[in-house]
């Protein structure tokens, strides 16, 4: 996924984020199978277990038993059918979750060759906070952010002031 690009300014702010909300000695259970960025959570002190890349639209059992306090979702939500279901079974009391927004002038994102490299939604941060509150889950902190390229166009002019990223800190409601 990231053979030719690294996006270093956007993982500084994700775990910006995450280090004001979540202390190093909480243990995470990271959406996803192991990726760069799970590596520098580990690199910074998080301790980070990773789902094994089951199909987490219809199974669970990895938030139904994982025994840790906290939950992050980074760039996950949009390549599910229904988020809701997953986000509902969580046992963790925080979640970290980021989403690429829906952006006006690009269509959703869909790789031609792998099936699990595309996106289902694309969120405006809205629906993404509706999700979220009929989940079960209250927002603390949220950040919205743009992801400039250096490349030349009418699209990567736009990227430099239209935010792309929107990341939240929740609890579960009653925890």
């Given amino acids: 996924m990231y053979e030719k ?11 910006s984020f995450l280090k004001k909300h979540i202390a190093t000695d909480e243990p ?14 580990k ?4 301790s980070v277990e990773n789902t094994t890349g089951e199909d987490l639209d219809i199974d ?3 938030v139904q038993n994982a025994d840790v306090g906290v939950v992050t ?4 939500f949009e390549h599910l059918l229904a988020p809701y279901n997953i986000l509902k079974e969580i046992k963790a009391n925080k ?6 927004l829906r952006l006006w002038f690009a269509t959703a994102y869909k790789n031609k060759t792998d099936p699990w490299d595309r996106h289902y939604h694309e ?4 629906q993404f906070d509706w999700l979220l509150e009929k989940s079960g889950w209250e927002i603390k902190d949220r950040l919205k952010f743009t992801n400039p390229v ?8 736009l990227r430099s002031f239209t935010p792309r990223y929107y990341i939240v800190y929740a609890t579960r409601k009653n925890s």
């Avoid at 690009?5 to 775990?15: D, I, V």
Wanted: no cysteine; charged share 25%; proline share 7%.
């Fill in 5 to 15: 690009t690294y996006p270093s300014r956007r993982f500084q702010r994700t775990l």
């Fill in 73 to 76: 979702a980074f760039e996950i």
């Fill in 95 to 100: 979640l970290v979750a980021s989403i690429p």
């Fill in 123 to 126: 969120f405006e941060d809205w």
């Fill in 60 to 62: 669970f059992s990895a």
């Fill in 150 to 157: 250096k490349k030349i166009g009418i699209r990567p002019l």
């Fill in 43 to 46: 690199e910074e002190g998080f």
């Fill in 28 to 41: 995470i259970l990271d959406l996803g199978v192991e990726n760069p960025f799970s590596k520098i959570m």
